[in-house]
């Protein structure tokens, strides 16, 4: 990277902030083009193949390029509980030929981690740091291509804990905010090949954000069956959504993934209106028929139907039914003897 790398980076979406060291208060940037990231399932480190270039830069310099981003776009969000087709509709938003989409930047997730520890001894970042990232970011973001009339920033599952800082920052933002109920949520988890590494992995996040629920009555992770551990996943998630929608309740759109399923023209017709993307009548029509339907889409390669996703279901729900009734007990239970996770069980239902 050369001294001109703000103006530069300022200028276009093909060079792309990958990744930030807060320790290092540096910024990994790279040469991203167009096609690379309609292509990009994830803005992760698996966009680091072989073939692409960057280096490492001071976040000061990262800082002033997003003073002078030219031509911003409307920046708008996919916010989401996990495991309910937010890749999907980002990926279906593509074929509106003026969507530029960002899925899962990496940053967002740091960010997400330093907010957890803002107000803490160990946060490297002062409130005004943080508030002056979060704005360089969001600003970077807003670049686009000729044909870019909207940037939807798909966020990863445990970075939407930050929805309400993202959308109180900017008032112009709205979101969908993706979810199902518990039921469809747990045997998902549950039939996933990696289910015990992904609910134990994000395990620890999730139920420190629920102790603000529980209180003293927070459990150990470690009591958990896969069951509880899964509904203990959607009840932290679909916290935030109540939390977020009911906030922000002109400017976030709720989506139930089954009933999108269930008429997928009407629901994109909402989501697009509701991120304000630019479509003619005939991208809804031919949203029904779209090739992005019948792969799985966060690895195209693969097959992966709304169809086959229910065959998936029903094996898991007869392979795992007692973990099922398991997790769907200790909400109830949840419910019964706290309030406020009584009012989010019933919200979620009306979302």
Known sequence: MNTA?????AASPDLYVQKIDLVREAALVVQLGQAAYRDASFLDDRILT????????PLDEIVQAGRHVADPRPLHYIFH???????????????????LSLREPLPLRTLAEAWDVRELPESLLSPVRFAELEGTLTQLWRRGYASTRV??????SSACRLAPSLLGKDPNARAVYLNVAAEPYLATLLAGANSAIDLRGHGPIRIRRLAALLGPDTPALHTLSPGQL??????????????TVEQFAERVLAIDFDE?????????GRIVRQLGVPVENRYLEHIPRSPVLARYSKSPDFEYSPDLRRQLLEQARQMHAEEIRRGLGWLEALGASHPRVAAVLHRSKLC
């Not at 072989?50 to 830069?57: F, I, L, P, Q, S």
């Not at 940037?151 to 990863?156: C, L, N, P, R």
Request: hydrophobic share 50%; with cysteine; net charge negative.
């Open 5 to 9: 790398l703000p103006q530069r980076l």
């Open 50 to 57: 072989a073939g692409v270039k960057g280096g490492w830069a």
């Open 81 to 99: 509980t996990g495991h309910v087709g937010s890749t999907l509709v980002s990926r279906l938003l593509d074929e509106s030929g003026c969507v």
């Open 151 to 156: 940037v939807v920033v798909k966020a990863t």
């Open 230 to 243: 899964a509904a203990m996943s959607w009840l932290a998630e679909t916290a935030n959504q109540v939390e």
């Open 260 to 268: 999108f399923l269930a008429d997928v023209a009407e629901g994109m």
